[in-house]
């Protein structure tokens, strides 16, 4: 019933902004976690960023500094806010939703939903 619905993406200069939106429908999304993951060509698919259900913010290593997640108070969109993109930023992203937790980890399998995935590109 649940549905994630990313935006956003597109093709960007490196070093340039981009932001990908997740518009979420069909569930309450109280105490939901809700965050990011991206899947670049050959490569498993790993952990952007998430937002617990209180509006913690946690991200991985190799975006800390340059990306920004959030919620809004409504807690059914989430934000990705890519600044200081890079190439090796390349890669589907898609938006994750897990109603059993609120708060987000960056373990694959905790996620029951995942949206269709924005393709982001970034060029040299």
């Known amino acids: 019933q649940v549905q994630l619905v990313e935006s956003g993406g597109g093709l960007v200069q490196a070093g340039g902004s981009l932001r990908l939106s997740c518009a979420a429908s069909?569930?309450?999304?109280?105490?939901?976690?809700m965050g990011w993951f991206r899947q670049a060509p050959g490569k498993e698919r790993e952990f952007v960023g998430g937002v617990s259900w209180s509006g913690g913010r946690y991200y991985a290593d190799s975006v800390k500094g340059r990306f920004t997640i959030s919620r809004g108070d409504a807690k059914n969109t989430v934000i990705l806010q890519m600044a200081s993109l890079k190439p090796e930023d390349t890669a589907v992203y898609y938006c994750?939703?897990?109603?059993?937790?609120?708060?987000?980890?960056?373990?694959?399998?905790?996620?029951?939903?995942w949206g269709q995935g924005t393709q982001v590109t970034v060029s040299s």
């Open positions: 994750v939703a897990d109603p059993k937790v609120s708060v987000p980890s960056d373990y694959v399998g905790q996620y029951d939903y």
């Open positions: 069909g569930g309450t999304f109280k105490q939901y976690a």
